[in-house]
Structure formats: C-alpha cells, structure tokens
C-alpha cells in the first residue's frame, strides 16, 4: 500500500499559521461578542448632553446587541478618571467610552500629565454629533449684528460667557477674537444654562452657547443670534449668517461628541459597534430629536472619526498652548 504524501513543514507555513492565530483569535471574539452587559462610561454628571445621549444611544444599541448597556457617570479631573477606566478596561468591546472635543482633542494640551494619552490608548467607533455654536446677545441694549458688536468692543471690551474654562465654546470664541481682532473678557461658568440665565439678567454681555442648550432661548426670543460659527447656516435659525459670511473666513468651530474603546480591541468587534451605533442614531427617535436641537450628524465609519479627531488635534492643541490655558497648574 503506497504511503500517504507528506508535505514538509517549512518556516514560510509556520510563520502563516503563527499569523493567523491571532486574526481567528479576533474573530472567535467577534462571534462570541458580547457575552456580558456592556459599560458606557461618562465623565460627566448625570443630566448633561453627553449623559442624555449615551443613555439614548445606549438603549438603542443594547437592544441592537442583546445585552443591556450600563452608563457609568465619573465627573471629574476634565474626564481624566473616566479616560483612565477605559484605557486600562480589557480591550474585548465590553467598555466603552463617550468622548468630546475636551477629552481626545484639548487635554494632551491642558494637561502636561494624564494618567493615558487618548492618541495611543483610544481607537474610534463611531460619531454622534456636532453641536453648532453660536454668540448670542439680549436683545435690548445690545449690538443688533456682529459688526455693531465689533465696533463696540473697540470702546469697551465686552464680557463672554461660557460653560466652563477650555469648554468649546471658551476655544471657539478665543479662535474668533484671533480672526477678527475682537477684545472680550472670558467669564468662565459651571454649565450653560447658568451663562444663559447670567446673559437674561444682565451680568455679562454676551456667551457663546451650543445649540442644544441655547436653541430654545433664541427661538423664544429671550436672546439675539448675532453669528454662528459653523460651516453653513443652520436650518433651524436660517436667518442667523455664519462668520464666513460676516468676512471672517476659517472661523469654524463646534462642539462634538462620539465613541471610543481601547485601541487593542479587535477590528471586527469595533466594526459591530460602528454597525449598531450608526442604526441606532439613523432610528427615527434619535434621528429626529437631534434634528430639533440643531446637532449635525454624519455616519462615518472609525476610520473617517479617527481622521477627523485628527484633524481637530492639529487645529486646537496649538491654540490651546499659544494661549497658556493650563488646567493642571
């Protein structure tokens, strides 16, 4: 009986196979995912923008997945202790970060230590918005256009309010006085509403606000829209022109949130994710309550999210450092 063909087993097919090991390895994980309840971690307070859509989002996604997901709220430290739960979480797809503008775009810049560094330990998953912004006035006894605006600040400087120091709104508004040659005093406070109820009673001039807090406020007419500092008129408030518009080209600036997981965690399992995250804010509910609060959405996928996180590094952190903002000193 003729011996069955052998094939030698040359280093070329062991170093395929050693290859392959850990593609399978992601793909078993992939099959199995998830297994648990998942994290969405917040570092910020209950009751906030980013907390109401991990919550909505969240629903939406677990009901996607078959499992509940849990939202963890850990304020603090410009979401440093947050950063620092998901960067050191294993990297499976089970814990799941919400971030911001402040937490993967400023903080390298504000900090000079982290406990992690979100360009390395964070990959993206997905998108959730873009919250224009605008600079809002009252409207009595106060410039009735930017150029009016302008044109008294020459007299005197007049004050800004924001929701907090290195908020995106405090950055957009530093980016503004750089493009138009604008003198305003920053007044830093704990939220938005708190500038907007500040703004109505007459303690500060004028704040720069985000729509989804300061949509309401415009529309009733409690407030005056002189810009908003996106790049095309918003739908909801057509008549309010962008800087562009104004003379004051690449003065652009928002607000954004989306999703991030350790950047070990597996290219299918982030592909799933990316998959229900995208269903879950194009679902009717989600889709059409952003829309009433003025919030820009695009699905991208983590690749297009990752290049344009980096696009904002390249534009804010070297603002941030001309201006010496510091929140660890």
Partial sequence: MPRPTSF???????TGAALALPALGGAARAQAFPDRPLRWIVGYPPGGASDSFA?????????RLGQNVVVENRPGGGALLASETVARAPADGH??????????????????????????????????????????????NAPRSFAEYLTAARTRAPTYGTPAVASPHHLAMELVKRRTGLDAT??????????MQDLLAGNVDSVVIDTATGLPFIRDGRVRALAV????????????PTMAE??????????????SVPAATPAP???RLSAEMISAIQSPEISSRMATLGIE?????????????????????PLIRELGIRLDS
């Avoid at 919550?55 to 009901?63: D, E, F």
């Avoid at 920053?186 to 500038?195: I, K, L, N, Q, T």
């Avoid at 999210?305 to 804010?316: G, I, K, Q, S, Y």
């Fill in 186 to 195: 920053h007044v830093p406070y704990r939220g938005g509403p708190a500038s």
């Fill in 297 to 317: 959405y695009q699905p991208w996928t983590p690749a297009e999210f990752n290049a344009f996180v980096a696009t904002e590094n390249a534009l804010w952190r």
């Fill in 95 to 140: 814990t799941w970060m919400h971030v911001d503008n402040g937490i993967l775009t400023y903080n390298p810049a504000l900090f000079a230590r982290m406990p992690m560094n979100p360009d390395a330990d964070f990959t993206g998953v997905g998108f959730i918005g873009r919250f224009p912004l605008y600079i809002v006035v009252r409207t009595e």
């Fill in 8 to 14: 030698p087993v040359t280093r070329r097919l062991l």
């Fill in 269 to 271: 399992i982030i592909a």
């Fill in 246 to 259: 104004l003379g004051h080209a690449n003065t652009v600036a928002y607000g954004w949130q989306g999703m």
């Fill in 229 to 240: 500092l996106s790049n095309a008129r918003a739908p909801q408030l057509p008549d309010v």
């Fill in 55 to 63: 919550r909505l989002i969240g629903a939406q996604m677990g009901s």
